[in-house]
């Protein structure tokens, strides 16, 4: 890599690398979706999810295969 120099993209993910580490986003690949699919200026929304529940794993639940759920 230090023949090529500093490593910006990689695989659709943006890689800015700074003293306090290296930090990875996909705004670039975010952006160019919206543009291609002319959403550029759609209206926001909020998160239509909760954002305070927290899921805890079932110890006491049932195992499922879910190799054989029938759709």
């Known amino acids: 890599m230090s023949m ?3 490593l910006n993209f ?3 993910l943006q890689i800015k690398q ?3 580490g290296i930090f990875i986003s996909q705004s670039k690949y975010c ?7 002319e959403m550029k200026n759609v209206k926001q929304m ?3 999810l909760i954002t305070a529940c927290y899921l805890d794993k079932d110890e006491t639940g049932q195992s499922i295969d879910i190799k054989n759920i029938e759709v």
């Not at 952006?31 to 699919?37: A, D, I, P, S």
């Open 46 to 48: 909020a998160t239509p």
């Open 31 to 37: 952006k160019e979706l919206l543009n291609r699919f």
């Open 10 to 12: 990689f695989l659709g």
């Open 4 to 6: 090529m120099g500093e």
């Open 18 to 20: 700074t003293k306090n």
